[in-house]
């Protein structure tokens, strides 16, 4: 992996929403990734429950985070989400979450990943999403 590439994921859990969320990096590698974030109320909807948009987030920030991971930084450093699906299959009850994504096709500048959110103690399936992310 490219020390570009490895800046971006050194520098991921500083980016201020990241750590307003506390994002932690548990793992990366070429075209997969995994985050987590600790429960914590300010991050509720209601008492006790992860906002959707937490979880939406996650798998975003996770998507991202696995597109960046298989990247040639010679082909561009600039990025953005293009789009994001999320179906949200389970509550999230005061548990701290992990996302696991892999970036399962690459274009010339769009890279198709897959997320699932679990939770940590259980492993139960909390939500799943794709996002489709351009680097150039």
Same mark, same amino acid.
């Given at each position: 992996? !490219? &020390?570009?590439?490895? %800046?971006?994921? /050194?520098?991921?859990?500083?980016?201020?929403?990241?750590?307003?969320?506390?994002?932690?990096? /548990? !793992?990366?590698? =070429?075209?997969? #990734? @995994?985050? !987590?974030?600790?429960?914590?109320? @300010?991050? #509720?909807?209601?008492? &006790?429950?992860?906002?959707? *948009?937490?979880? #939406?987030?996650?798998?975003?920030?996770?998507?991202?985070?696995?597109?960046?991971?298989?990247? =040639?930084?010679?082909? *561009? %450093?600039?990025?953005?989400?293009? !789009?994001? &699906?999320?179906?949200?299959?389970?509550?999230?009850?005061? @548990? =701290?979450?992990?996302?696991?994504?892999?970036?399962?096709?690459?274009?010339? @500048?769009?890279?198709?990943?897959?997320? /699932?959110?679990?939770?940590?103690?259980?492993?139960?399936?909390?939500?799943?999403? =794709?996002?489709?992310?351009?680097?150039?």
């Amino acid at each position: 992996m !490219s &020390n570009p590439i490895k %800046m971006v994921a /050194e520098m991921y859990p500083w980016v201020p929403f990241q750590k307003l969320l506390g994002i932690k990096i /548990e !793992s990366y590698d =070429d075209d997969y #990734a @995994e985050i !987590s974030i600790p429960f914590r109320d @300010e991050l #509720a909807g209601t008492p &006790n429950v992860y906002h959707g *948009g937490v979880i #939406a987030s996650l798998i975003d920030l996770t998507g991202a985070l696995s597109a960046w991971s298989g990247h =040639d930084d010679k082909k *561009g %450093m600039r990025a953005s989400t293009v !789009s994001l &699906n999320v179906q949200y299959l389970s509550g999230a009850k005061g @548990e =701290d979450i992990v996302a696991k994504s892999r970036a399962v096709k690459r274009g010339k @500048e769009l890279v198709f990943c897959s997320i /699932e959110v679990f939770s940590v103690k259980t492993n139960r399936l909390i939500a799943k999403g =794709d996002i489709v992310y351009r680097i150039v």
